[in-house]
């Protein structure tokens, strides 16, 4: 008998990406004797390349090796001989519906996610809200493996060991934790303005917090150009903060740090998804966005999310790439500074 073998596809961005781990965990552990290969773009590879012994994670380049749809047929071709059993589409987007339908044909078993679109809208249109919670990307993903024959009870908990990743791994600046530190980490950055904090307002947060705790570290999180130079800014002015993107390179050297950091505090975003992969809390802010579109770190807590609830616009948008309707930005600029200092404490003091 042929050994079952799923392919499971996501590509997108990283925090789409990482919400797919605790879900391809709980498959490779209940289901041992199944193979899974992983097909995502490069980047994801530290999320999968120890997870489990029966997780394989397979590298696409879309942009270069795989471009267009020449390159679809490469990857198609390379994906055949692999001999897969059954076929899970966790993105279902054009480029995946094309592989999928190739598998189809071939007489593959396959299963795409249905991403519950009709019920975001309905939440986040301007009038007659239905403000109800919509099922979670984790629920999403693990339908598709039960309409495939593969039910599975989602269980998490991190992609490192109880003690974290090994600090040893990392550069001598990041030292050793001592026991009455705290290490706080914060992302103030998001891909869209409609998720993020006004930058004046989260310096006042890291300024207030090295003042009122002198002895926690705070580890600045951001990627691009104009956040490192804003984080450099940061760290600078309080000797209590570093700038990440400075002193460790690569995706995987960040998920040891996260993995020990008392709390991070994040915006909507990848690196709430990426701290809730190393089994750390964290202190969401929400704006535009809401929980209720499904998108809340895995087994985050609903009392660690800050967020305006008497506004009757919000949501007003799935992803915060949609302009204001109040036009005043209200959802993150009436956060007051303290209350996203009180949540922090709240956890740790």
């Not at 290969?37 to 999968?48: E, G, K, N, T, Y």
């Not at 942009?63 to 589409?89: H, I, S």
């Not at 951001?222 to 800014?233: C, T």
């Amino acid at each position: 008998m042929k050994t079952p073998h799923i392919l499971i596809i996501r590509f997108s961005a990283m925090g789409d990406i990482a919400m797919t781990v605790p879900i391809v965990y709980s498959l490779a552990k209940q289901y041992p004797n199944v193979r899974i290969s992983v097909l995502s773009r490069p980047f994801a590879q530290p999320f999968f390349q120890h997870l489990a012994p029966n997780v394989e994670f397979m590298a696409a380049d879309l942009k270069e090796e795989y471009k267009g749809f020449r390159g679809l047929n490469a990857l198609y071709r390379r994906l055949v001989a692999k001999q897969f059993t059954a076929v899970a589409d966790f993105h279902n987007v054009l480029r995946t519906r094309f592989l999928r339908l190739r598998f189809l044909l071939d007489g593959n078993s396959v299963a795409h996610i249905n991403k519950h679109k009709q019920g975001k809208k309905r939440l986040c249109r301007k009038a007659n809200k239905v403000f109800i919670q919509q099922p979670t990307s984790f629920q999403n993903y693990a339908d598709v493996l039960e309409a495939l024959g593969y039910p599975i009870k989602p269980e998490f908990t991190s992609i490192f060991p109880t003690e974290g990743g090994d600090l040893q791994l990392l550069p001598n600046m990041i030292g050793v934790k001592q026991p009455a530190e705290r290490w706080i980490g914060i992302a103030p950055f998001a891909a869209h303005a409609g998720k993020m904090y006004p930058q004046e307002r989260m310096e006042q947060v890291v300024r207030k917090l090295t003042e009122t705790h002198p002895s926690w570290r705070i580890f600045l999180f951001g990627g691009g150009k104009h956040e490192i130079e804003v984080l450099n800014q940061w760290a600078a002015q309080y000797p209590q903060c570093l700038c990440v993107a400075n002193v460790l390179k690569g995706l995987e050297k960040e998920l040891i740090l996260m993995s020990h950091l008392d709390t991070m505090v994040s915006m909507d975003s990848a690196n709430m998804h990426l701290a809730s992969l190393t089994g750390t809390r964290v202190v969401s802010v929400w704006g535009a966005t809401h929980p209720y579109c499904g998108f809340m770190g895995w087994q985050q807590k609903e009392e660690d999310t800050v967020q305006i609830n008497t506004l009757s616009c919000r949501p007003c948008s799935v992803f915060g790439n949609k302009p204001c309707h109040r036009g005043d930005f209200a959802c993150m600029n009436n956060i007051l500074p303290e209350e996203i200092i009180q949540r922090i404490e709240e956890g740790l003091l």
